[in-house]
């Protein structure tokens, strides 16, 4: 198998909308379990509005249909997500395309440590994908663990870009010049 020298439109296009779709799985993930999370609604909405007298379940339907439109752009991302994951492993696999075998002993220190972001990166969306899946469908006996696993996702998320970046900045100062626009216009 090859590694990859340059990035074709599909490689491009995979990599970006992917980047996209995990960027709204963030964004709205987040504001699910900050500013827009259903208990800060609800405490807002008492604290705000007492002369409501609106009850505990009441709000938490008004919290539950403020947040919907929200969530239904997080599940959708998430669909996309995993059909672009799908489709990248398959190219991969078709391409030839590999990343650095982190335990092969002839790869350099850099290449190990790309191997083995690559590899976190593939578990941690996979688990993701698979515990928000569950969190949708499964049948809720495993409810509280599968959302402990999936709210990691917070805190991957932002590690892995910054990794992301800085390996981006270390292949421009070394042996992968031109890399960052080689990705957005290709060759």
Do not use: C
């Amino acid at each position: 198998m090859t590694k990859l020298n340059h990035f074709t439109k599909t490689h491009r296009l995979l990599h970006w909308l992917a980047a996209m779709a995990m960027g709204v799985l963030f964004i709205t993930g987040f504001l699910r379990m900050t500013w827009m999370a259903k208990k800060t609604v609800v405490e807002t909405m008492e604290t705000q509005l007492p002369q409501a007298n609106l009850q505990k379940e009441e709000m938490v339907g008004v919290a539950k249909s403020l947040l919907k439109p929200m969530w239904e752009y997080h599940e959708i991302a998430a669909y996309i997500m995993l059909g672009l994951l799908t489709a990248r492993i398959v190219y991969m696999l078709v391409k030839g395309i590999r990343f650095p075998n982190p335990l092969a002993s002839q790869v350099s220190i850099k290449e190990r440590l790309q191997g083995v972001i690559y590899l976190l990166f593939y578990i941690f969306v996979s688990m993701a994908t698979i515990t928000g899946f569950y969190l949708m469908w499964g049948d809720g006996t495993y409810k509280e663990p599968m959302e402990a696993i999936h709210k990691w996702g917070l805190y991957w998320f932002p590690i892995f870009i910054f990794l992301h970046i800085v390996g981006i900045v270390i292949g421009e100062l070394t042996d992968k010049k031109g890399i960052v626009s080689k990705m957005i216009g290709g060759e």
